[in-house]
């Protein structure tokens, strides 16, 4: 999906070369229900989210309203409830993509275990993030790092490849091996601080099902097939490359799931 506002809907509301707007917007406080002011602000051509999300409750087409969501969602990319708003929207369009709804379904996990208040989760030091850790192995720069993290913030909320490591991929700028060797890293850093559930692959390693190394090769195979649009989750990837049993895979995830709830008294 384009990062910007859509064709269709800067045909609409003809929006051009964009300024920079306050916020809060006192253009819009004064004329929220007003459809045509607002739409005058857009088309005078201020960058104001306050103005999309109040054209947003307006509107009464669909896609008219994921237009305004969009252009919101872009312009203040860290908000949730924007996000949510909009992939709500989408999905009302496009009620099949599945982008869309695992999307929408991480962000609502993520707000539900926000706020349970637990140690596992809360005033624990953090992992380093991906892109730090590819800086520290000498896999990127600081440089090439934040020409990603600036794409990364004009992206759009549905598409999957918003993720550093992904866009990186995609760029050229690291091999599926190197991304590998740092998501390795990363888990080994979260289960020693727990601040995380455990993901598969870290679950499998700690119960010594299968060994780092092994890990490190099976992702790496998962992200060279990702780049050819062939999408193969961490355990059948494991299991066509013999590492594992299918048998094995289904074990784990079962007490996986066991031993995460239990923290909860589950």
Sequence with gaps: MNPNLSTRARTIYGVVTMKQCTHPCQTVAAN???????????????????AWLAMSQLVTDPHQRKDCLERASVLDPGN????????EAFLT??????????????????????????????????ARLIGDILISIGAISSDELHEVLRFQTNGS????????????????????????????????E???????????????????????QQLELALAEQLRLDQKSQRF????????????????IDQAVHENELSFWSKFGY
Excluded at 176 to 187: D, E, F, N, R, V
């Design 80 to 87: 949730e409830q924007i996000q949510v708003a909009y992939l």
């Design 32 to 50: 929220y229900k007003d459809i045509e002011k607002l739409r005058a602000h857009l088309i005078e051509g201020y960058q104001c989210l306050d």
């Design 93 to 126: 369009i496009e009620p099949n993509d599945t982008a869309a709804q695992q999307r929408l379904a991480e962000i609502r996990t993520m707000q539900l275990l926000s706020d349970v208040k637990t140690t596992h989760f809360h005033e624990k030091p953090r």
């Design 190 to 212: 979260r289960s020693k601080l727990r601040i995380a559930p455990q993901v598969l692959g870290e679950y499998l390693v700690e119960q010594s099902y299968i060994t780092p």
């Design 157 to 188: 909320v549905v598409a999957t490849d918003r993720r550093v490591g992904q866009l990186l991929l995609k760029k050229g700028l690291i091999s599926p091996s190197k991304l590998a060797k740092a998501l390795i890293i990363q888990q080994q």
């Design 233 to 248: 989750s961490l355990g059948q990837i494991l299991v066509r490359l013999n590492l594992v049993s299918q048998a094995r």
